[in-house]
C-alpha cells in the first residue's frame, strides 16, 4: 500500500525514506474519491433516448407491481392510475417526481473528516457485505460470528480506499437473527467512524437502525444530513415488495438515501439482451426512485442495481462478462440523463477460491465501474462465490485495488512536469534516473508499489519461502488488526446505543428467528 | 468459449442447441477486431500539445544517439544535426517524415480469410512472445522446445479472439540460437495461416525471415502487402543500436512494418513522474517512427512501446499498476495525435504461479488497452512472471479474456431492441424470461458464457472434483491440441522453405551461439 504517495512531497529522500516507507503502514482513509477519468459512454444521445423512451412505455403500459397497501395508497394520492397492485406510471409523472432528487449530496461520518460527497464526479468505495459465510485468516471457509464481523468492521475502518464500513459484511450466525440487526449496526458504528449502511431486512429493523442513528447522530440532525445508506432490492421483473418499500419508507421519511436496486439475472428475470435488460432495468429503477420522492419531496436516493447475467448453459449467475461491463457504461449514462447519483457493484466473481478466476473477474469489474462512472462503489472488497462468502484474504487485496483504481482515476499529474523533463536533458541518452534528484523527490509518489503483489524474481521469492498471495494479504490482515486502534467513541452515546439494543432485545423475541416482522 | 455467440441467429433454440453448444467446440477466428468503445482520453487538447512540444525539445535538444554508422549516414543525408552518434532532429523534419507513414494498412496472411487490418479503430490480439521458460500441458516449468512452440503455434491457430501466431512465444531450447530463427519462423508460418511476427534478433537473422516471407508470398507481392512484423526495441533514455537499427532496415526496405517501442521502466531509465516519462518515450518512438520513413518513404509502421513501472522498494519491474493504466491512455492519444497505429503490451505481470495476483494484473491491463484504443495488441496471451514463462493454462484463459474484450469492444447490440422490449410486456411483472420465444431465439449470443470460469455452486463444484481453473485451462489445452487440424501449406512452398532452411543451416556455424552477426 502506497498510500504513502498521498503526502506532501518532501527533500528527505533515500535509503531512509525508504526504510520508513516499509516500515509505516498508513491506515488513514484516502479522500473522497473525484473520477477523473472520461466517461465511457457507449451509447449515442439518440440511443439514450431510445432507452429513457422504452422505459417510460414500460412503466405507462406494463406497469410495475407493488405489493404493499401503503405504497398503493401512496401512489393513488400521487395521481398514478393503478389496477389491482399494479402502477401505471405516466413519464410525465414519473419526470416530474425524480426531478427533485438531489444530484449530489454529503454523506456525515461519525468523524467529520470521513465525510463524503456522492454524486457527479464524487464517489466512494464500499466493502462487500451479505455473506453467509467467510474465508477466515486461516482461510477456513465457515459460518461467521459477531467476532468475525467487528475484525470487517476494523479493516475497512483501517483500508484507506474503503470509504464506509458497510454494515453485515458477513451474517453473525451467533446471535438470533431476529435481532441480529442490532448488533450489525453497532458493530458498523464502533468499530469505525467511516459512514455506514443501514439494515432494511424489514421495514421494523430499518427503523431500528434509524433509532440507533439518531442516538449517534441526533434525530434532528438527520432531517438535513444523510448519515446512512439503506439498500432496497427489486424484484425483476418490476416488482416492489412490501419488505423492501417499508424500509424504503423509514430511510425517506427520516430524509436518509436508499439505493433503488433491481436485482438482475440478465436472460433469466430480463430479456436475453443488452439493452432491452437496461430498459426494463431503468424503468424498475425510475419507479422506485419517484417513489422515494412520494414519500419526502426532496430526499436524496440513489439509482441502483445488481448486475450479473445468467449463463444458459447452467443457469448459473456470471460475472465478469463483457455484458456486464457494458450494462454498468450504459447505465452510468441513464443515471447521469436523470441526474441522480448511481451505485453498482464493485468485485462480483463466481470464483469459489481466491484464484486467478478471482482475480479476473474483480478486476475486469473494477475497471468496468471506474470508466462507467459510478458513484456508490458497492460489494468492493471481499466478495467471492457469487457473494456466498467473504474472503478475509481477498478483502486485503481487492482494498489495495480500490487504491489502484483510486490513484487511476486521478489522472496524471502534471506539477512536477517542466523539471522531471529538465530531467532528460540532465541525464541525456544512455544513462538512468535513479540518482536524479527528481527522482530522489518523487519516487514515493510516482508509481503505486502494490504491497499485495510479489514482483520479484522467481529465484528470490522461492528463497523466501514462495509465499502465495492469499498467504501474503492474510498475514496483512494480521498485521493490520495487531495494530488497530479502535475510535473513540463518545462514553454517553455508546452506553445509549447499548441501553436501545438492551430494550429492543428484550421486546423482540429471540426465538422468533425468521419473523420478517422484526 | 462463446464464439457460437457470433453465429448467425436461429430458430432451432432450446434444449436441442444448447448440446450443440456444448459439443461443438468453433475454433474460426474472430475477424479484425473493431474497437468501438469512446477512447480514454485523460489529456486535454492542451496536455497532448505540452507532452508533443517536450518531446520536440529532446529531439532537438538533447538529441537521440544512434549507436549505427549506416543510420548515423541515412540521417546526415536526410538533414540533421549529428553531434557525433548524438542525432538532433528538429521538429520541422520529424512532422515532415512521420507524415508518410500509413494511418492504417491491411496485414495479408497466407489464409485470405485472415487478413486483418490494422490502425484507426482497428486492432488485433497477438500472443506474448520471447519466454525463456514455460509451464506446460502439466504445469510444470522448464525451458521450452521446438515441439513445445509448435503448440502454441497451433493454441494460437485455435483461439479465435488470437489474430495471429507472432513468432517466438517461447525460446526453443533444443536448437542452436544461431540457427533459431529459421525453425522459429517456419513453426509460425506452417502451424498457423494466420499473420506471425518476424525476428529480429540480428539484421542477418531479420534478412533470413523476410527472404521465407518471400517464399511464402513473393517477394513482389510484399513491396505492396505488409505480411509481417518486426519488433524493434529501443534503450531508453534515447538510445537505438546497431542490431535493432539493422532489423528495422531490413524490414523497411521490403516495406514491412515495424514496431518502434522504447523498453521503459518507468523510474529506472525514464522521470519518476507519468507525464514525464510520456514525454521521454514519444520522443524516443518519433526518432525511430521518423527513421522507419528515412529507410523508406511510405513504409507501414507501428508507434510502439514496452512499459512497465518499477517498485522504489525493490527495484523489480511492475505490471498492472494505475500508472501504466494512465500511460497507456496517454500514448493512445499521442499516437492518434500524429495519425500512427501503435502497440502496446497486454496482459503483463508478475505473479509466479497462474494465482489470483496474475488475474488482477491481466484484467486490469487488458481493460487499460482496450479503454486505450490500442491497436497492435501484443503479449495477449499467455504471460507470467515478468515474461520469464508462458503459461499453456494462462495462455488459453487470457484468449478467452481477449474475445470477452472483444465482445465488449463490440458495443451493444440494437437490432433486436424493439422485439425484446415487446417481450417485457410479454411477460410481465413477476415473471420469467426462460422460455420466451426472444430468450430462445437469442440466448446463444445475448450473454458471453466463459468456459474457462466456474460458475456453479461450491456443492456442485465440489462434487465434480473441486478442478480449479489451472486444471480446466490444461484440460481444455489438450482438447484443443487433440483436435488441431493443420492448415494446408502448399507443398512447393513448403519445400522451398525447407530448403532455404538446410542451405542456412550450412551456412550458419551451430556452434557459434552467441554471435549476433547471425
New interface residues.
Given amino acids: 500500500m502506497t498510500v504513502a504517495a498521498q503526502k506532501p512531497r518532501t527533500r528527505a529522500g533515500g535509503r531512509a525514506a525508504?526504510r520508513s516507507?516499509?516500515a509505516a503502514p498508513q491506515h488513514d482513509m484516502l479522500p473522497g474519491l473525484e473520477n477523473?477519468?472520461?466517461h465511457?459512454?457507449?451509447?449515442d444521445g439518440e440511443?439514450v433516448e431510445?432507452i429513457d423512451a422504452?422505459s417510460m412505455?414500460?412503466l405507462e403500459?406494463?406497469?410495475?407491481?407493488f405489493r404493499d397497501d401503503i405504497a398503493l395508497a401512496d401512489w393513488k394520492r400521487a395521481g398514478a392510475d393503478l389496477r389491482g397492485d399494479?402502477v401505471h406510471l405516466d413519464r410525465g409523472l414519473i419526470r416530474d417526481l425524480i426531478a427533485t432528487i438531489p444530484s449530489d449530496f454529503t454523506y456525515h461520518a461519525r468523524n467529520p473528516a470521513h465525510n463524503l460527497r456522492l454524486g457527479g464526479r464524487h464517489s466512494m468505495f464500499v466493502p462487500m457485505t451479505g455473506a453467509p459465510f467467510l474465508r477466515d485468516l486461516e482461510g477456513k471457509r465457515r459460518n461467521p460470528l459477531l467476532a468475525d464481523l467487528a475484525m470487517f468492521h476494523k479493516l475497512s475502518h483501517m483500508s484507506p480506499a474503503l470509504h464506509s464500513s458497510a454494515h453485515h459484511i458477513v451474517e453473525p450466525y451467533d446471535h438470533p437473527i431476529s435481532q441480529r440487526h442490532l448488533r450489525i449496526t453497532y458493530s458498523s458504528m464502533k468499530y469505525s467512524d467511516k459512514t455506514f449502511m443501514g439494515m432494511t431486512t424489514s421495514p421494523k429493523n430499518a427503523e431500528d437502525v434509524l433509532e440507533m442513528c439518531a442516538v449517534l447522530f441526533g434525530a434532528e440532525f438527520m432531517e438535513t444530513h444523510p448519515v446512512t445508506t439503506g439498500n432496497c432490492n427489486g424484484?425483476s421483473?418490476?416488482?416492489w415488495d412490501e419488505t423492501m418499500l417499508g424500509a424504503m419508507r423509514a430511510f425517506c421519511r427520516r430524509n436518509q438515501p436508499v439505493l433503488c436496486s433491481p436485482f438482475v439475472l440478465?436472460?433469466?428475470?430480463?430479456?436475453?439482451?443488452?439493452?432491452?435488460a437496461?430498459?426494463?432495468l431503468n424503468?424498475e429503477a425510475l419507479s422506485a426512485l419517484a417513489y422515494t420522492q412520494v414519500i419526502r419531496r426532496g430526499c436524496p436516493a440513489i439509482y441502483g442495481h445488481y448486475l450479473s447475467?445468467?449463463?444458459?448453459?447452467?443457469g448459473?449467475?456470471?460475472?465478469?462478462?463483457?455484458?456486464i461491463?457494458?450494462m454498468n457504461f450504459?447505465i452510468g449514462q441513464m443515471a447521469r440523463h436523470y441526474g441522480v447519483p448511481w451505485r453498482t457493484s464493485n468485485t462480483l466473481g463466481?470464483?469459489?477460491?481466491?484464484?486467478?478466476?478471482?482475480?479476473?473477474?474483480?478486476?475486469?469489474t473494477?475497471?468496468?465501474v471506474m470508466?462507467a462512472g459510478a458513484n456508490y462503489i458497492w460489494h468492493s472488497a471481499g466478495w467471492n462465490?457469487?457473494g456466498?462468502h467473504c474472503d478475509v484474504a481477498?478483502f486485503i487485496?481487492d482494498a489495495e485495488?480500490c487504491a489502484?483504481?483510486y490513484?487511476?482515476a486521478e489522472?496524471?499529474?502534471?506539477d512536477?512536469?517542466d523539471e522531471?523533463?529538465a530531467?532528460?536533458?540532465d541525464?541525456?541518452?544512455?544513462?538512468?534516473?535513479?540518482g536524479?534528484p527528481?527522482?530522489q523527490e518523487?519516487?514515493?509518489r510516482?508509481?503505486?508499489?502494490?504491497e499485495?503483489?510479489?514482483?520479484?524474481?522467481?529465484e528470490q521469492?522461492?528463497a523466501e519461502g514462495?509465499v502465495?498471495?492469499?498467504e501474503r494479504a492474510l498475514g496483512k490482515a494480521k498485521k493490520m488488526l495487531g495494530e488497530y486502534q479502535e475510535p473513540v467513541l463518545d462514553a454517553a452515546i455508546n452506553e445509549a446505543l447499548l441501553d436501545y439494543i438492551a430494550r429492543r432485545e428484550r421486546e423482540i423475541p429471540a426465538a422468533d428467528a425468521l419473523n420478517q416482522d422484526y
Same sequence: chains 1, 2.
Fill in positions: 525508504r516507507l516499509r477523473r477519468l472520461p465511457c459512454e457507449v451509447m440511443q431510445r422504452a412505455d414500460i403500459n406494463v406497469g410495475v407491481v399494479r424484484n421483473p418490476l416488482v440478465g436472460g433469466a428475470n430480463t430479456p436475453a439482451s443488452v439493452a432491452p437496461v430498459a426494463q424503468a447475467t445468467v449463463s444458459m448453459k447452467s448459473a449467475p456470471m460475472a465478469g462478462t463483457p455484458e461491463s457494458l450504459m463466481g470464483a469459489k477460491t481466491f484464484d486467478a478466476q478471482a482475480g479476473y473477474e474483480s478486476a475486469t473494477l475497471s468496468a470508466h462465490e457469487a456466498m481477498k487485496v485495488q489502484m483504481a490513484r487511476m489522472g496524471p499529474k502534471w512536477d512536469f522531471a523533463v530531467a532528460v536533458s541525464i541525456g541518452p544512455g544513462g538512468h534516473y535513479l536524479h527528481h527522482t518523487n519516487f514515493q510516482a508509481f503505486f508499489m502494490p499485495l503483489f510479489d514482483n520479484n524474481s522467481i521469492w522461492a514462495g502465495e498471495i492469499t
